[in-house]
């Protein structure tokens, strides 16, 4: 199921064009993405994330192959500041939940983009009669980010305690957070 482009403001009253990626985003894609890792908040180092131009192409490819799963970018004058994704689950038991992962460029956080990015795929996954529940995990420390998740009806669920070890040696709980449709 595709998904029309939208135009939306900031808080700053900056435009953002939200839309599904094509495989041409992929070098964009990485770049914001090396910007959201530096936050801490995703369990992914920068060193680890070295993804090659062809495997994001083809990572976006799955996204639109898959009718149950979205990937969508915001992006400001022609640059990708964010992202969000649905990813379908495969096994016949959970098909009926997506997970959802999200991130923004590090100079475009608090401006109100993960809020326009949720609302878009929440409107999306409900008239999509083969989802009834978005999954996410968080960090419980992304305080910001779980009163965003529950701002849209996610709840919490479960808590993994001490599931999260940095680099630093510091612990992190994880947070599961659902909506059910």
Not at 2 to 13: L, M, W
Not at 62 to 80: K, M, P, Q, R, Y
């Amino acid at each position: 199921m595709k998904i029309a482009t939208s135009i939306h403001k900031t808080k700053q009253e900056n435009q953002i064009t939200i839309r599904e990626a094509e495989p041409e985003d992929a070098t964009q894609l990485i770049e914001c993405a090396k910007s959201y890792l530096k936050n801490g908040f995703i369990p992914l180092t920068e060193s680890e994330f070295k993804p090659t131009i062809k495997e994001r192409e083809e990572w976006i490819k799955d996204f639109i192959n898959n009718e149950n799963s979205l990937l969508l970018v915001a992006e400001s004058h022609g640059t990708i500041i964010g992202n969000i994704d649905l990813t379908a689950q495969k096994r016949k038991m959970l098909n009926h939940t997506v997970h959802v992962g999200m991130g923004i460029h590090q100079d475009w956080q608090n401006q109100g983009i993960g809020a326009l990015m949720i609302n878009t795929i929440k409107e999306w996954s409900t008239k999509n009669p083969a989802i009834e529940v978005l999954w996410l995990q968080t960090f419980s420390n992304n305080i910001g980010a779980i009163h965003l998740y529950k701002k849209f009806g996610f709840i919490e669920n479960g808590r993994q305690n001490k599931f999260i070890k940095t680099e630093n040696g510091e612990y992190i709980d994880n947070v599961i957070m659902t909506l059910n449709l």
